[in-house]
């Protein structure tokens, strides 16, 4: 049985070709980038290469906005403690409640320092309030920090409408689009956006490489200081393997990115639809009108999301849950509390996310392998009694404490 | 993902005893769906004998939580009530080859779950005083709540005063920054500035100067040290025992749980510390393997 991996959002196989271009990368081309010799001359422009590849997928204006770090999460706290430095009068930092942790622990961290940090709310689909976003720009915030597609949901956020709102009022504004480069058409040359995120291994490059595009004339400040590499932006030796790997990576995403809208979406909704017409009490979270092509974020009542991945595992599915009890929270996921969805949907949410490597056979196992194990998981659960929730006098169940 | 042992698998696989019971005179529901564990436990007891002649679960949880609650309806089964209640949240987690400490509230539930279906049985009414917070330190499984409780109840200032009384900290380290949040928190200030090493509190200089102790007494004061440790390390399931002293080095041999546990670095450094405040001279505690070595 040939396992089947649905879970792209959380990190993606590395492509054959990234792979095979990485890897003169460890033997022969093994000069550092600086160096005035051959050896540091191939490699500088490999990078080069992939710099100009990485700026076409992201439709950046020119090739030195481009910044390569280690991470999605270097290039956020990168881009967030940048614009707090480099404009020290303003104070404040708008950002939503549903956020990665990268940028919420942050923005945490930063509110005890005494920086004012702004969370706007989300609706019961994911969504932000733009006449709110619009009442908290003022001149005491630095920068607003919002990502462009949820990794729970895949619910999308007008991120370049809310850049237009921030620059009109003099804001920087930077997007963690880790989740939407890759899926989504992006051309930053026509938009407003300030800086953004992006993470290799979310689009089949390797993990351990990341981007922070920052316009140019963007007043920015590194965040770590030491040598002249990324215009001295970003201080550290090049991981060309990695920097290689991932110009590959974008040419290629480049060249699916409309099959994403296309078959992606289409194996998305047939998922979708196959598991909701065989499975009671179940809903899809997020705002299905405007989210990324590959992700189901499915809620299935009254059972909780690690039996669901763990019956799902034995028969080689891989997703993953949005509820956080793997991580030694006892809490569900902050998006699904962010949107109200009530507990007893929030600890059985299953997030399903695709990539072009799945195919159709895939989706029709795993809409055939579901029913049987939410249906055993349900005859475990005290809130479920025979085929519907457990209900009326001395049967709902209601234990102590809470 | 998942450090779950063979003996989890096999039970959340295949759980003992599922399902509603018929007849059931004694049923316990503990749990709160907000934290994304609840349970239901019954009992079918002989009134006669206060035998359990069946036990069964209904649980929403994750895979732990089933597995726990299998494995409880599995140690009850044939005990009279007294004998079940003697069963621990450890008895539960043994039985399962362990827990991960994240998980270790899946194994208190069960006991609670046991201790509300019991009184339940007898017409009592149960009251829980389950508090529980985030897990803070993964080496000890000690969670916010317990931190806050013993920081504010006795009044504790410092990082060290907190793991002395929680045990929290005293492993890897990683939780001191959240630890000291918590202090902040409960004290409304900063802790006092603790030394940046460990070492300088033990430093000889501070120490009083003691009476110089002949081989025996020494050797004495030694044996006596680790029996006074000993008490502690065999609530976790591990013990020690004195192998050889040689000049400055001492060497112990660490059986139980503590063998080959994360956390023999830090139990040996915790006896090296007892040990040098006691016999006022610096000396170095080794396991015994360290011994074979020279």
């Known amino acids: 049985m040939t396992p089947i991996y649905l879970d792209n959002n959380a990190t993606t196989a590395c492509d054959p070709a990234v792979v095979a271009a990485m890897l003169p990368f460890f033997t022969e081309h093994y000069g550092n980038a600086s160096s005035i010799h051959s050896f540091g001359a191939q490699v500088g422009h490999a990078l080069k290469e992939a710099r100009g590849r990485v700026q076409r997928l992201l439709g950046a204006a020119h090739d030195s906005e481009i910044v390569f770090t280690s991470c999605g999460t270097e290039s956020d706290s990168t881009a967030i403690l940048s614009a707090l430095k480099a404009y020290p009068e303003r104070r404040a930092i708008i950002t939503t409640v549903v956020e990665h942790p990268a940028i919420l622990t942050l923005c945490d961290q930063l509110e005890k320092e005494g920086v004012v940090v702004h969370r706007l709310r989300v609706d019961r689909r994911g969504r932000i309030d733009l006449d709110e976003y619009q009442a908290l720009l003022s001149e005491r915030v630095a920068i607003v920090s919002a990502m462009w597609a949820n990794n729970e949901t895949g619910t999308l956020f007008p991120v370049e409408e809310m850049a237009e709102m921030a620059h009109q009022r003099g804001i920087l504004f930077h997007t963690d689009a880790v989740q939407a480069v890759g899926k989504l058409p992006i051309d930053l040359k026509t938009t407003r956006i300030d800086m953004l995120s992006c993470s290799g291994h979310k689009l089949h490059a390797p993990k351990g490489i990341g981007v922070l595009y920052v316009r140019r004339n963007t007043r920015f400040r590194p965040l770590l200081r030491g040598g002249h590499q990324e215009r001295g932006r970003r201080a550290g030796t090049e991981n060309s393997a990695a920097i290689v790997g991932l110009g590959v990576a974008c040419e290629l995403a480049q060249q699916h990115l409309e099959t994403e809208s296309t078959t992606l979406k289409r194996l998305r909704d047939r998922l979708e639809r196959g598991i909701l017409a065989r499975v009671g009490n179940a809903f899809v979270n997020g705002d299905t009108l405007y989210r990324l092509p590959n992700t189901a974020s499915i809620a299935f009542e009254f059972v909780e999301g690690e039996g669901i991945l763990l019956l799902l595992n034995q028969q080689g599915i891989a997703a993953s849950s949005g509820s956080a009890c793997t991580s030694g929270s006892l809490e569900p996921s902050h998006v699904m509390r962010a949107m109200g969805i009530p507990y007893t949907a929030a600890h059985g949410t299953i997030r399903f996310s695709l990539s072009r490597y799945n195919t159709e056979d895939e989706v029709e196992r795993v809409i055939a392998a579901l029913p049987p194990i939410i249906a055993q998981l349900r005859s475990l659960s005290p809130y479920w009694q025979g085929d519907a929730p457990a209900a009326g006098p001395g049967l709902s169940f209601e234990p102590a404490y809470a | ?294």
Not at chain 2, 92 to 104: N, R
Not at chain 2, 265 to 274: E, F
């Open chain 2, 1 to 294: 993902m998942w450090d779950y042992s063979e003996k989890v698998r096999e039970h959340f696989f295949n759980p003992r005893n599922a399902g509603p019971l018929a007849g059931a005179n004694g049923v316990g529901d503990v749990g709160s769906i907000r934290c994304g564990d609840a349970l239901r436990l019954m009992l079918r007891v002989d009134p006669e004998t206060e035998i359990i002649e069946a036990a069964h679960f209904q649980t929403f949880g994750c895979g732990s939580a089933i597995a726990s609650s299998s494995a409880l309806t599995e140690i009850i089964k044939r005990k009279t009530l007294d004998e079940a209640l003697k069963v621990s949240n450890q008895d539960i987690a043994d039985y399962l080859d362990g827990l991960p400490p994240e998980k270790m509230h899946c194994s208190v539930m069960g006991r609670e779950a046991l201790q509300a279906a019991v009184a339940n049985y007898r017409g009592e009414v149960w009251r829980d005083e389950h508090e529980e917070g985030d897990l803070v330190c993964k080496c000890f499984a000690i969670d916010a709540a317990m931190i806050e409780r013993t920081i504010r109840d006795n009044r504790l200032q410092t990082m060290s005063d907190v793991t002395n009384y929680t045990k929290a900290g005293g492993g890897c380290s990683a939780c001191h920054e959240k630890i000291e949040d918590i202090l902040i928190a409960v004290n409304g200030r900063l802790p006092p500035a603790e030394p940046q090493r460990q070492i300088a509190k033990t430093a000889p200089a501070a120490a009083p100067v003691k009476p110089r102790l002949s081989n025996y007494q020494r050797i004495r004061k030694i044996e006596e040290t680790l029996e006074a440790l000993r008490p502690a390390l065999q609530r976790d399931h591990g013990d020690v025992t004195l192998v050889e002293v040689d000049g400055k080095r001492i060497f112990v041999a660490l059986s139980g749980a503590c063998q080959g546990c994360q956390m023999e670095a830090a139990t040996i450094g915790g006896i090296q510390q007892k040990l040098v405040e006691v016999l006022g001279e610096l000396v170095q505690v080794l396991p015994a393997a360290a011994l074979a070595r020279d």
